[in-house]
């Protein structure tokens, strides 16, 4: 597995995988901040193509990503994060609205632990998922970034705004 650090808005995120697939994005900060393993070896090039994007998807002048992904998990898992890249950018949804997108309206609170095991967060927009009220919900990289990430999107966006 190959790693490298991007430097963005909301501090360096840890990009990692192999030749030909991103694996994990990893914020710098939060719950789920991840760092390399021992064995994994420090190299850019792999990521070229997600680091271009990443920045332009900072700069606001990028609204979809075109990267191949690994994310790992369970099939219930697989099916959240491929239902999270659904998510139009600018917009939110909550995990209700999730679970009855995959079939699966009475596991709230399960969208919501696939939801926040997400390995590859910002390309796959769990970020854009809230609670039924409206208010922030837990985020793997703190809400703060959370916010600043709904944020960005909502300053960029042609869509309606972000629900508070």
């Known amino acids: 597995m190959y790693y490298c650090y991007l430097t963005t808005p909301i501090g360096d995120l840890l990009l990692a995988g192999d030749a030909q697939h991103l694996h994990v994005i990893s914020f710098p900060e939060g719950p789920k901040r991840r760092d390399p393993m021992p064995e994994w070896i420090y190299s850019e090039s792999p990521f070229a193509d997600a680091r271009a994007q990443l920045l332009e998807y900072f700069c606001g002048t990028r609204q979809t990503f075109d990267l191949q992904l690994a994310p790992s998990g369970t099939e219930f898992q697989l099916a959240v994060l491929a239902e999270l890249q659904a998510i139009p950018y600018g917009t939110t949804v909550s995990y209700a609205d999730i679970a009855?997108?995959?079939?699966?309206?009475?596991?709230?609170?399960?969208?919501?632990?696939?939801n926040g095991r997400n390995p590859i967060p910002i390309v796959i927009p769990c970020h854009r998922v809230i609670g039924s009220d409206g208010k922030l919900t837990g985020f793997g990289g703190g809400l703060p970034v959370k916010e600043a990430l709904?944020?960005?999107?909502?300053?960029?966006?042609?869509?309606?705004?972000?629900?508070p």
């Open 100 to 114: 009855c997108r995959i079939g699966r309206p009475t596991a709230v609170r399960a969208v919501g632990a696939a």
């Open 150 to 163: 709904l944020r960005l999107e909502l300053e960029h966006s042609q869509l309606l705004p972000v629900t």
